[in-house]
């Protein structure tokens, strides 16, 4: 019987030119990042995926040949087209946990199929191997070949497959090498930066059913240029009675836990004791639609008080994401997010809960949906019970039928909830004024403000987003003249972060608004704002995000917390200073890391094997905080 290497060689090039062009135009039109270890990772890949095509297709005689190729590079194309629609609209990559999150999308549909509909073009490039098969499909062979023949090519497919793996072992000690990224690191974007599209989505299949547990967790010390203190501080840190345990897991996070270094207190904790809180995570919120005369509200706050020069937002998963890095002062993984919808986990050290043992009135508000991704359970495992949203109340006082709902309103009509209060209160905002689809047709915010950005000489994206902001920023002067009247300005502190940077505008509508131009980093950096009125203007340039927020706020206003819990630090403290990224880039105060290229560019001098000691910590941070969310660990703390 003939070996058919011909026939073989020929179906087998056929995938290898359809996948392989699939994730060339991947490259080119999404993610434009490309080095020798992708190129090689598309290549085994691709090279391994045709051959299992090729043997399924063997399966098949000629008629189910033609079906089985048509259904397979349309899903194919279906596939390149969800992942980089998806990028082209959240500025995350698609990861197969997202499916337990598609009320994102559905929710904000109109915005999501305008979007679909703009970027049109790239789902017409990824389905061009199929609508060329269909043109092309009578000069295409379909011929079954031999068994002989199948069986020199699982022979091939084998020797392809050790030689990957070989390959995958002479990456072992390269940072976020393809070792690394099969070994110890779950992280969708930095995958599809270094493994190719089929290679990350494979990957992932693989841990979906066979689980994944992070175990690259290595104690590490990075040493900071410590200022000399005349005071000895005593650490922030608790007596905690460490459960026992036959879970091999929790074990090894209650060793983490012991041994990591407790941040110390400073000459900022408690100044705030007793102050009332208003705590707001601000949807889209950037410095890019700060401006002194059309936010002057933002321009204040972003200027006084403590002004942070290095604080980055980073966009993890659009808003959910972001939320629960502000809340939870833990970093966010696409498989844990749906836990944390749940509520089911135990938070002890929540916002609401520490500040209710203290003897604080506590408050949340949204004005959208109070159950859009179960916001109201997640809230209410942080000690948030009288959460109120549209449509469990909030619709009675302010319109929730308009796109996006005004910030200014929700305000408006719950600010007397706790104005007038006996006892310190603290009170939680998410908005969504500041949403994406920046548009003056189908915004209700950016309509409403048009007037105020007509005049800007920018395009119509880019004065649409400021427009949202106007609203933000109408929204806190209305808050602080009214805390004015009361009498409880002096005694309030405002904390506002971003839940995400603004990712419905694309890179060149930011950099319209930017005083500077920004890469894929630059455009993370942001404005924290933590301020109250009788504050001094004091500039902080210590590297520094989102989930250093809540141990930061525990600290300023004395409650008695254990910063060995929380993978976010103190700024205050003399903890190390960093951003991480969704894609693990991370900047401290000596440079800046690209990881999807492995490239430093350094701040002066370093010395040597700092890239991986800091590398080794955002491991030990990311995998911490999903082993923590995983196995509901600070239950195990509970009394």
């Avoid at 890949?45 to 098949?60: H, P």
């Avoid at 208003?278 to 059309?294: K, Q, W």
């Avoid at 200073?577 to 492995?598: C, F, H, M, V």
């Avoid at 030990?620 to 660990?633: D, F, G, Q």
Wanted: proline share 3%; hydrophobic share 40%; glycine share 6%.
């Amino acid at each position: 019987m003939r070996l058919d290497l011909k026939n073989i060689g020929k179906k087998s090039l056929f995938w290898f030119v359809c996948i392989f062009c699939l994730e060339m135009m991947f490259i080119l039109f999404i993610s434009k990042t490309i080095s020798w270890q992708l190129c090689i990772n598309i290549l085994f890949s691709t090279v391994l995926i045709s051959q299992i095509l090729t043997m399924i297709s063997f399966i098949f005689r000629e008629k189910g040949n033609v079906i089985f190729h048509s259904i397979v590079l349309f899903l194919l194309g279906v596939l390149f087209s969800l992942q980089g629609v998806f990028y082209l609209i959240f500025k995350v990559y698609f990861s197969l946990y997202n499916f337990a999150l598609q009320d994102q999308l559905k929710d904000f549909l109109s915005d999501a199929i305008r979007l679909i509909l703009k970027n049109s073009f790239y789902i017409l490039v990824f389905l061009l191997p199929f609508i060329l098969y269909l043109v092309f499909r009578k000069k295409i062979s379909f011929e079954r070949f031999s068994w002989k023949g199948l069986v020199c090519l699982f022979c091939s497919f084998l020797l392809v497959v050790g030689a990957f793996f070989l390959f995958v072992g002479l990456t072992k000690h390269d940072n976020y090498s393809t070792y690394d990224l099969y070994e110890n690191v779950n992280n969708i974007s930095l995958s599809i930066k270094r493994l190719g599209v089929l290679n990350s989505y494979q990957l992932e299949v693989r841990r979906l059913l066979f689980g994944f547990s992070p175990k690259n967790i290595k104690a590490v010390s990075i040493e900071e240029e410590e200022k000399e203190e005349l005071i000895s501080y005593k650490e922030n840190k608790l007596d905690l009675s460490f459960r026992e345990t036959d879970n091999p897991t929790v074990q090894m996070i209650h060793s983490y836990v012991q041994n990591d270094e407790a941040t110390l207190q400073n000459e900022y904790t408690g100044m705030f004791k007793d102050y009332n809180l208003i705590y707001i995570t601000a949807e889209a919120f950037s410095e890019i639609g700060v401006d002194p005369s059309l936010t002057p509200t933002l321009y204040r706050l972003t200027h006084s008080g403590f002004v942070f020069e290095n604080f980055y937002t980073p966009n993890n998963l659009s808003t959910i994401g972001g939320e629960f890095q502000s809340l939870t002062g833990l970093y966010p993984d696409y498989a844990i997010l749906s836990r944390w919808r749940s509520g089911g986990n135990a938070f002890p050290y929540g916002l609401a809960n520490m500040f209710q043992k203290e003897g604080y009135y506590t408050y949340a508000y949204h004005n959208n949906s109070y159950v859009f991704q179960d916001r109201n359970q997640y809230l209410a495992s942080q000690g948030f019970t009288n959460f109120l949203a549209c449509y469990n109340g909030l619709e009675k006082r302010m319109n929730c039928g308009r796109w996006p709902q005004s910030d200014d309103e929700m305000i408006s009509v719950t600010v007397d909830d706790y104005i007038n209060s006996d006892k310190p209160f603290l009170a939680y905002y998410m908005t969504v004024s500041g949403h994406f689809g920046y548009t003056f047709v189908g915004n209700s915010i950016s309509s409403k403000n048009r007037e105020y950005v007509e005049a800007m000489d920018k395009s119509e994206g880019a004065k649409a987003y400021v427009a949202t902001q106007i609203e933000l920023d109408q929204a806190l002067n209305r808050l602080l003249e009214r805390l004015d009247e009361a009498g409880k300005l002096d005694k309030t502190v405002i904390v506002l972060m971003a839940d995400h940077y603004p990712y419905g505008l694309d890179v060149d509508a930011i950099n319209e608004l930017s005083s500077y131009p920004r890469d894929e980093i630059g455009i993370t950096h942001n404005s924290l704002i933590l301020w109250n009125s009788k504050l001094e203007t004091t500039t902080i340039d210590k590297p520094c995000m989102p989930v250093d927020v809540i141990p930061t706020v525990y600290n300023l206003f004395g409650l008695d917390y254990d910063s060995r819990l929380f993978t976010g630090k103190d700024i205050f403290s003399t903890s190390f200073g960093i951003a991480i990224l969704a894609d693990r880039s991370w900047i401290t105060n000596k440079g800046i890391y690209y990881a999807p290229s492995n490239e430093f560019v350094p701040n002066g001098t370093v010395e040597d094997g700092y890239v991986e000691k800091v590398n080794q910590l955002v491991n030990n941070r990311l995998n911490i905080s999903k082993l923590i969310m995983e196995n509901n660990y600070y239950w195990y703390l509970l009394p």
